[in-house]
């Protein structure tokens, strides 16, 4: 039998339990990530404290999770995918307690950490498991319920947030996940099964100490960088850089590698985890520009750019179900030029965005690009990890999330960027009276999509070498 393409022996009840307590689990984790953003101002009034602190819980977040996902390949050859996922919800479980029951900022900014840590865990716990149950022919499915887990989740966040805290307080924003994460935790315990090799590999405790400043320095800099590049924020960044580049000549010349770089020794792999990142840097971006556009240009409330992006998301949501599918009976190419055609007509679309245009023309448009970019995204993630022998989940779990942590990092501070030095541009030619920021603002964010959308047309070039690819023995 092929060790590389075979997946793990059950009943199609048992592969439904497991897929089911991953799903649950998940789907909260990322819903809780977004929802917090919502809550900012009424964070300011009760903590008494500024924005930039406040924002803190939103960064934390995004650090714990870019620290230790790139860990997480070496944690799944040492812990039984059980082990992992359990420690995984108990750890949100339990950083959602404290975020509910926090009597000062300093305890919620912990809470959410350990939040953080148990959102770490899962999502690539939850992508190398189901390359492990599905057969290579049904893995385009099993990689589309994950983009309804990654997408639909963190794009109703806000909306439910802003219920909650319309009706109830931000505290129960804490309080409803309660009982749902406890579920999560029985249902993993009852559901759950080793599927993965425990190989328990040397630990290299260099590499994880490097993987740790190198990846939260990075993500952490780039991150702040869209915000306020101060002398802080450029020796993050370069902290960070020179540890990159010392974790990755360290995993090249160690016998047991925490991520296995030779992975990208597969071309398949390779070319597509370039396409993920160019998309996903435009897909990050393009939220948070389009978010900005109807906050500033067209004087929207949080709750109502909630509303708007509930559509998108459905639509990403449904389009990753049927993308994978699709790409299991017809294979990547078919899937490509579509959705391409539907990305570039939308980020082409946002270029004309000014002060006429009408919520209804930012939802179509939207929800076009939402349907276009899981059309890419699912067959190409799915051919690419298709591609790596069975040793190899781990780590392309492992690579991928980390992208994807790198991608939206990378796409905000460089978007944010051309939407200053655009604004900035127009108002020296013009003024500096209020109409004039405004207008300013709006030549940013036409720029920003402009570059976006030559982004998207570079991802279309890579993509048209992606093919389907056999696993190899």
Known sequence: MNTASASVAMTSVERSRIVAA????AFIAVLNETMIQVAFPDLMRDF???LMTVQWLATVYMLVVGTLVPVTALLQQWFTTRQMFLSATVFFLAGTIVCGIAPVFSVLLIGRAVQALGTGLMLPVMMNTMMHIFPPERRGGAMGMIGLVVMFAPAIGPTVAG???????WRW???LIIPIAAFSVWFAAASLRNVSDITRPKVDYLSIVLSCIGFGGFVYGLSAAATNLSS???GSLVAGGIALVLFVLRQLSVAAPILELRTFRHPMFS???VLVLLLMMVMFSAGLLLAQFMLIVLEMTAFEVGLCGLLPGIAYAAMSLVSGKLFDRHGVKVLIIPGFVLILLSLW???????GTTAIYIVVMNVLLSIGIPLVITPVQTAGLNALPRRLFPHGAAIVNTLMQIAGAIGIVTFTGIVSKGSRDYTASSGHSLSDQLEGFNAGIQSAFWWALAVGAAALVVGMFIKRAEPPE
Not at 22 to 25: D, E, T
Not at 163 to 169: K, T, V, Y
Not at 349 to 355: K, V
């Open 232 to 234: 802080e924020t450029l």
């Open 271 to 273: 070319m597509a985890m």
């Open 173 to 175: 924003m804490f309080y």
């Open 22 to 25: 991953l799903i649950i689990g």
């Open 163 to 169: 219920l909650i805290i319309d009706w109830l307080s």
């Open 48 to 50: 008494s404290a500024p």
């Open 349 to 355: 679309a946002f270029t004309w965005l000014n002060t």
